[in-house]
């Protein structure tokens, strides 16, 4: 098994792993903002009618699932801003570093291979390690800003049951 291929991967995985991460985020943030619409609309909508019995209610209820998904929004900040992740170097620079060692080792091709070898696994596995360590950081967020999304949807749906029992009932 070839070492540096197996940290390579691992890597690899690493850097997709943010990036499907880093696109849930939208999917979550798009219903967010439909919640958001629909109850600016309802509230909105029973302000214009005075005679409103369930406003209250209504108002209590937006107010409670606004304070939840204040708490996802919460999580997903935590999560995903100022996260860095590490690159491995670009391949001009680390051509520049082999031929330095060339030159170093004047004719030692092995001890210069084997020398660059071991710098780049050290990339693949520290940078590997720390980009492990932030997507698991976003993960554990993103899971608690799903959560309080969830949670949010109790209240946002019983005040949009109350609110179109009044529009067909009334």
């Known amino acids: 098994m070839d070492i540096n291929l ?8 690493e850097i997709e ?8 985020v939208g999917v979550m943030l798009t219903a967010v903002t439909g919640i958001v619409v629909s109850m600016v609309f309802v509230i909105s909508d029973i302000g214009s ?9 209504i108002l209590s209820l937006f107010a409670v699932c606004s304070f939840v998904l204040g708490g996802s929004i919460l999580f997903l900040l935590v999560g995903f801003y100022g996260r860095t992740y590490k690159y ?3 391949p001009s620079e680390m051509m520049k570093y082999y031929n330095k060692l060339e ?18 696994t050290h990339q693949f596995v520290s940078f590997g390690t720390h980009n492990a360590q932030a ?7 993103y899971f608690q800003a799903k959560r309080w999304f969830a949670w949010s949807l109790l209240p946002f749906a019983c005040g949009i049951i109350t609110y179109g029992h009044y529009l067909i009932f009334d």
Do not use: C, I, T, W
């Not at 009618?49 to 209610?57: E, G, L, Q, S």
């Not at 030159?103 to 780049?120: L, T």
């Not at 997507?135 to 967020?141: A, F, G, P, Q, T």
């Open 49 to 57: 009618k005075n005679p409103y019995p369930d406003k209250r209610m």
């Open 17 to 24: 792993r943010k990036d499907k991460l880093d696109g849930s």
């Open 6 to 13: 197996f940290f390579k991967e691992m890597y690899s995985f």
């Open 88 to 90: 491995v170097d670009y």
């Open 135 to 141: 997507n698991d950081e976003k993960s554990e967020n």
């Open 103 to 120: 030159s170093h080792y004047r004719g030692d091709g092995q001890a210069a291979d084997k020398e660059f070898a071991d710098a780049v």
